[in-house]
Each structure stands twice: as C-alpha cells, then as structure tokens.
C-alpha cells in the first residue's frame, strides 16, 4: 500500500483518534498532520511492518503524550459546572457529554489513550496493547483506574469486583 492510499483510506480515522485523545480538533489536525510527515519519511519501513496501523496510531498517541509533557504547552481548566439537566432536555444531554469528556481530559495520558482506544476505537486489549508497547494486563489496569477515577469524580457506585 502506498503512502497516498494509505492516507486516503485511514486519515480521517486517525484524525478522529488525535480528537479524542487531545479533546481540541484543530490541535488533532495538527497532531496527524505532524506525525502523517514523519510517517512519510519511514513509509517504506512502517509499511513492511505487520500492522502499519498499529505503528501509526502508536506515533500519534507518542506525539500527544510528548506535545503534553513541553512546559509551554500547560493549559489551565477551570472545574465550572451547571445543575444536572432534565431528562429529553438535549442541550442538557450534550452538557453532560461536555462534562464527561472535561473528566476523561484530566485523566492521565496513559488512561485516556486507553479508554480512547478501547471504547471509541473498538479495539482489543492486545491491539492497544501493541499501540502503547505495554502488556494487555497493564492496558486492563489502566482501563480500571481510569474508570474507578471517572466514578469516583462523577460520584457514581463504584463496581465492586466487575469488570469494566
């Protein structure tokens, strides 16, 4: 598969992952742009690889983690929230949507890119796994922390001896 096809088969795919594991569309159109360049110059060696798809989203989820750990990059949120909304009440409903993708930004890197790619990239613990170069144990034990921290702050039940 050449670069170009490459591009034009998984790019919106891959900005869609840069979205949701930076939470700001135009710095994920930077992100894949910024790793789309740095695939193109070791085409020829990401494309030998068994799963170039795996290698590629591991360098997008690298790059976020490094474009976090520049001092310069430091944004301060606010923890401002509204009354609960009524049920059917939409605006209501993407409010409370707003607020739980606020929770998942605070998470640590490693949480967030795995619940990322777990519940919004549909993929199994070895894949993720791979993407991250960790066991799957490991992906497990970050998808639990990240969840109990999730409950914990949006107040719910914690689940006692389920999995996640």
């Given at each position: ?11 919106p795919?891959?900005v ?7 939470g ?8 894949t742009q910024?790793?789309?360049s740095?695939a193109?110059?070791?085409w020829?060696?990401?494309s030998r ?6 290698y ?8 976020n983690n ?11 949120s606010?923890?401002t929230f ?9 605006g209501g409903?993407?409010?409370e ?15 967030r ?12 613990d070895?894949?993720?796994a ?11 034990t ?6 109990a ?8 039940p ?7």
């Amino acid at each position: 598969m050449t670069f170009e096809e490459y591009v034009g088969s998984r790019g919106p795919a891959l900005v869609r992952l840069a979205r949701l594991l930076t939470g700001d569309e135009h710095r994920a159109e930077d992100l894949t742009q910024e790793v789309l360049s740095r695939a193109y110059v070791h085409w020829r060696k990401i494309s030998r690889a068994d799963r170039p798809d795996v290698y590629v989203r591991r360098m997008l989820v690298n790059a976020n983690n490094s474009w976090w750990r520049r001092r310069s990059n430091r944004e301060l949120s606010i923890d401002t929230f509204v009354d609960r909304p009524h049920r059917g009440d939409l605006g209501g409903e993407a409010a409370e949507r707003d607020e739980m993708w606020r929770l998942i930004l605070g998470l640590p890197d490693r949480q967030r890119a795995v619940l990322v790619l777990r519940y919004y990239e549909d993929l199994d613990d070895a894949t993720i796994a791979q993407i991250l170069d960790c066991s799957p144990v490991t992906v497990r034990t970050h998808a639990m922390r990240a969840l109990a921290n999730l409950r914990e702050r949006c107040g719910a039940p914690a689940a006692n001896g389920s999995r996640p």
